[in-house]
């Protein structure tokens, strides 16, 4: 299946890890030698990231650049690492972020320089390490790493309200993924009882027999953990705050792609392994993605403070990826991945815009601002495509994505399309009003008036926000064409194991399988 | 012939003959010690004993034979926990050496009790006789009975030494009658007499039997910090010197596991569902009490006593699933909380100073930006506490919940590890004070001694080897538990 035997998805891992602990040993002294460093080195990655996307072959379903190395045979645990098409985007989204998120760092931070750049980089490992691992043990290692870097960065170079924030992060998050915990012993067990073989490996898992009423229960706890994440309505409450009090490149990473192992959980974990569940759960998921979607536009237009607005929006846009997800036909699918790269690419530029400005101002407030398109074209330039690709204008990659989600919702559930769609005019008119209130009308502020224009690493970071939106937005197809077999399997898959399920329930489990077979034939 | 055997069968308690020859020397020693102050001398002997009896405790590794009338037995279940003691008794003797010439220890008796302390844990573990348990419980309890007053001069120290005695002395009567009553009923005190005797109902059981069991579980409740039995536990802890705290949190608590282990799994196995129903309770509250006390507590040691209560529910949780096999995540977990236990009141006494202990959690405030290391290595143990991988605590963590899974105690593991989420929140607080907060005011120079260095990177070596590559040592208590 490998197309290489290079362990390139371990060198990604471990990278930004070697350079974290490098760092350890630099002076505190040296600021600019440690930002030069992280830079290079994120750009390595960033380098290191690229031949993923040419190497990967589209024409099959399988894994790819798979490593597999014994780790605690007696249990069944492996050092199994593998990308599909799925993956390979997100991880190519982390790379790209995580440069961005070190150029934006760079004039931002001024306390514990060292410190920030080295979780920074350990928070690199555990991301790239999340979206790799194949083993569920190895995933969750990985995905309980990434809360200790994320609730450094808010506690230490967050804003006022830091440590509430961190916490609540913290807390939210790790109460949800101990459940997940038991449930991924329940399912390995389980799995024992069935074959005999006690495996965490995931792609052994998801040919496995559960019974349905199990299911159940082990998806929920699943859900809730990669639900918290996402986050989905009603357990997003810790969402605004962290976004809120993050420093900037931490929100970017935050709503970049710390939210989007969530979603890429479900695809993953939640829905493979527990088909018959995922498919019962789809009027509860669907309904609480679309009060997401259209809760989250409404609270987002009445809120102060930019960041927190964002941070809404964010829980608004996330609900159209499960939304798309649980449509479970191809369309809702494609978007809902497409969705996740979109958001973290147009939210991110997002923050970054608000970072700059609070750079500038050290407010956040849209009451502060006003008229700001005089002072500072070029951001309001910036600031009008980001934002108008946040609002999914055709001709920005937003349009695709949620064009796709909403049209697979169309077809799986004529309701939920409508009620998502009403989620699209109201994200336009929050975000056009914000924007309105901050870059138009007359300058009322002294303050406001003197604001410096975008320097050149700014005008460089925004540039490329930029050019991805852009290329996302008119040629899709360079994306979806990685993804397009990938998610084809992947349902298939889904659709085949739920009929499975649901001829299991009434059927004796032999016969099953060879009327499962017959029609695949 | 009979003479012989018995002069023969000394060669398999080197370990114990080591470390109590090295417990009289060091009395000698004192005797004709002239001038005052801590002793250097008896620090390096009882190093140099313990590392000698580790050795030859490592050549015990999968031998079996019981000894002395079946008093007393080598397994691998004792070697393993015997190992362990020696482990500790290492790491605390390193720290010993720099913090009893800090708070100015002057007798060297210090160390002859730490030893005797070990003896009579590894007499505990080993022996296959309740007398012979009594009996290694007494040498371990007063010894440290003694340890945990050593600060004559300090009220607290006072206390917590009155304290112990006084609640000890009433658990360990619990024990005895306990074990009176087992053998009224039974008619033996072999442990595994006993498991015989009862699955062939060669005795009836009567009420007085399971009076005896649940006196014994008292007992030993008591020693593990158990709630209800764990009232002792925040004020000895609080008031012993720190580096006896540490001891006792670790290797008593081991003890106390080993022990009631043997004489669970072994004696009274046929009644799993009788005594993990109630263990089931103890569990439960174990981990509620504790962790929800520890959230409010503002001395780090007293949050670490409260941590320790914890952390005795975790493992009570292994222990109520009666899987005989599973039982090696007791094993496991013991060894882990070793490291990050012994590491954590190690960066304690690194913060403090004679007469200025700095043990509220306001003084870590800060603590990150002045001192990175501490701050870090403090992180580490606090962290592996909490159970985050890729620490050694997580894998601890895993192996007892996937033990409750397994045996399918699902609302046990629930509770369980919500509780390690509960408990996340106290550890993160001190994490917080290190990493977000000002200092409030200047600690003064930390004294970078190199005993306290080499303990703290040899705990952080272990948690990260127990955390990534657990393999190791899970297979040996693994091979440990066999003997049930």
């Known amino acids: ?260 192992m969530g979603t890429y959980g479900f695809l993953r974990f939640a829905i493979p392994l527990f088909p018959a569940a995922a498919h019962a759960a789809i009027p509860i998921i669907s309904i609480l993605a679309l009060v997401g979607i259209i809760y989250g536009a409404i609270v987002s237009m009445m809120q102060p403070d930019l960041k927190r607005l964002i941070a809404f929006s964010s829980v608004s846009h996330l609900g159209y990826v499960m939304l798309g997800m649980f449509a479970f036909n191809m369309q809702g699918m494609e978007g809902s991945i497409y969705q996740m790269l979109n958001h973290g690419v147009s939210t991110g530029g997002l923050f970054l815009i608000v970072g700059m400005l609070y750079e500038r101002r050290h407010t956040r407030m849209i009451a502060d601002f006003g008229g700001l398109a005089t002072p500072m074209p070029i951001l309001a330039i910036f600031f009008m495509i980001v934002t108008l690709s946040s609002v999914a ?58 604001l410096v224009d975008l320097g050149k690493r700014e005008v460089l970071i925004l540039c490329s926000v930029v050019f991805f939106i852009v290329l996302m937005g008119v040629y899709p197809k360079m994306f979806f064409k990685k993804m397009d077999t990938s998610v084809e399997g992947f349902l298939k898959f889904v659709k085949e194991r739920n009929a499975y399920y649901m001829a299991s329930e009434v059927m004796p489990v032999k016969v099953v399988l060879e009327t499962v077979k017959k029609p695949a034939e | 012939m009979d003479f012989m055997q018995f002069v023969s069968a000394f060669r398999w308690i080197i370990p114990e003959i080591v470390v109590t020859a090295c417990a009289l020397l060091v009395l000698i020693v004192e005797a004709f010690r002239r001038e005052r102050g801590a002793s250097l001398a008896s620090g390096i002997i009882c190093l140099a004993g313990s590392v000698v009896a580790l050795y030859y405790t490592r050549c015990l590794w999968n031998q079996q034979t019981p000894l002395f009338n079946g008093l007393y037995v080598i397994d691998n279940f004792g070697t393993f926990f015997k190992s362990l003691f020696l482990i500790i008794l290492v790491l605390i003797s390193i720290v010993s050496l720099r913090y009893a010439a800090r708070e100015e220890i002057g007798f060297g008796e210090y160390y002859a009790l730490l030893m005797l302390g070990v003896l009579g844990m590894m007499v505990m573990v080993s022996s296959n006789s309740f007398i012979t348990i009594f009996i290694g419980l007494e040498v371990m309890s007063l010894a440290i009975y003694i340890l945990c007053g050593l600060f004559r001069d300090n009220l607290k120290s006072v206390e917590a ?149 914890a952390h005795a529910g975790y493992i009570l949780v292994a222990f109520v699933t009666g899987d005989k096999v599973l039982s090696s995540s007791i094993l496991f977990y013991l060894m882990v909380y070793a490291f990050m236990n012994i590491g954590a009141f190690t960066v304690v006494i690194l913060l403090g100073r004679k007469g200025e202990p700095n043990e509220e959690i306001e003084s870590y405030a800060g603590l990150a930006a002045r001192h990175p290391f501490i701050a870090l290595s403090m992180a580490i143990f606090l962290l592996s506490l909490a159970g985050i991988p890729p620490l050694g605590g997580f894998m601890g963590k895993f192996y007892i919940f996937s033990a409750a899974i397994k045996t399918h105690y699902y609302w046990l593991a629930v509770i369980g590890v919500l509780n390690s989420v509960v408990a996340a929140y106290y550890y993160l607080r001190v994490l917080m004070y290190m990493y977000f907060k000002e200092p409030e005011r200047e600690l003064g120079t930390i004294d970078f001694s190199p005993a306290y260095v080499i303990v703290i990177l040899v705990s952080i070596a272990a948690l990260l080897y127990t955390g990534i590559w657990p393999r190791t040592v899970i297979l040996l208590a693994q091979h440990s538990v066999s003997i049930f």
């Open chain 1, 1 to 260: 299946m490998g197309s290489s035997c290079f362990p390139i998805l371990s060198l990604l891992i471990y990278v930004p890890l070697l350079g974290a602990v490098t760092l350890l040993f630099v002076r505190r002294e040296h600021e600019a030698y440690i930002k030069g460093f992280t830079l290079v080195l994120s750009l390595i990655e960033f380098a290191l990231s690229i031949p993923l996307y040419f190497y990967f072959n589209e024409k099959t379903v399988g894994m790819q650049f798979v490593e597999r190395r014994a780790w605690f045979p007696e249990w069944g645990i492996t050092y199994f690492l593998g990308i599909d098409g799925i993956s390979l985007l997100l991880i190519l989204l982390t790379t790209f972020l995580t440069v961005l998120c070190v150029l934006c760092s760079w004039r931002a931070i001024e306390k514990r320089v060292k410190e920030y750049y080295i979780t920074f980089l350990f928070l690199e490992t555990a991301m790239v390490g999340t979206l790799c691992s194949l083993d569920l043990v190895l995933f969750y290692i990985f995905w309980e790493l990434m809360l200790i870097p994320m609730y450094l960065l808010i506690g230490v170079w967050g804003g006022p309200k830091r440590v509430y924030a961190a916490i609540k992060f913290f807390l939210f998050t790790m109460a949800g993924s101990v459940l997940m915990l038991l449930a991924i012993f329940a399912l390995y067990f389980q799995f024992y009882k069935a074959t005999g073989t006690y495996t965490f490996d995931v792609l052994q898992l998801y040919n496995g027999h559960i019974p349905v009423s199990t299911q159940y229960w082990l998806f929920a706890a699943f859900a809730l953990s990669f639900a918290i994440k996402v986050p989905m309505f009603p357990v997003h409450t810790w969402l605004p705050d962290a976004h809120t009090e993050a420093p900037t490149a931490g929100s970017v990473i935050l709503a970049g792609v710390l939210l989007k």
């Open chain 1, 393 to 450: 204008l055709p001709g920005t990659n937003g349009f695709v994505g949620e064009f796709l989600i909403l049209l697979g919702a169309f077809r799986a559930n004529m309701l939920y399309g409508i009620l998502g769609t009403t989620g699209v005019v109201l994200g336009a008119v929050y975000m056009f009003w914000m924007f309105q209130r901050v870059m138009f009308g007359e300058v009322k502020k002294e303050e406001n008036r003197k």
């Open chain 2, 161 to 309: 030494a009155l304290k112990y005695f006084l609640l000890g002395a009433f658990a360990t009567a619990f024990l005895l009658y306990g074990m009176a009553m087992t053998y009224a009923s039974s008619g033996t005190i072999d442990v595994k007499e006993l498991g015989r005797l009862v699955s062939e109902h060669c005795f009836d059981i009567t009420p007085l039997f399971f009076c005896g069991m649940s006196l014994l579980i008292v007992g030993f409740g008591f020693k593990i910090a158990s709630v209800p039995f764990h009232m002792w536990t925040p004020d000895v802890y609080e008031g012993a010197p720190t580096s006896i705290t540490a001891y006792m949190a670790t290797g008593v608590k081991a003890a106390a596991f080993g022990a009631f282990l043997r004489v669970f799994y072994t004696g009274f196995f046929l009644f799993t569902e009788d005594w993990s129903a109630i263990l089931w309770f103890i569990a439960v509250l174990t981990m509620i009490v504790g962790n929800i006390i520890a959230l409010v507590q503002n001395n780090i040691k007293r949050l670490l006593a409260y941590s320790s209560i």
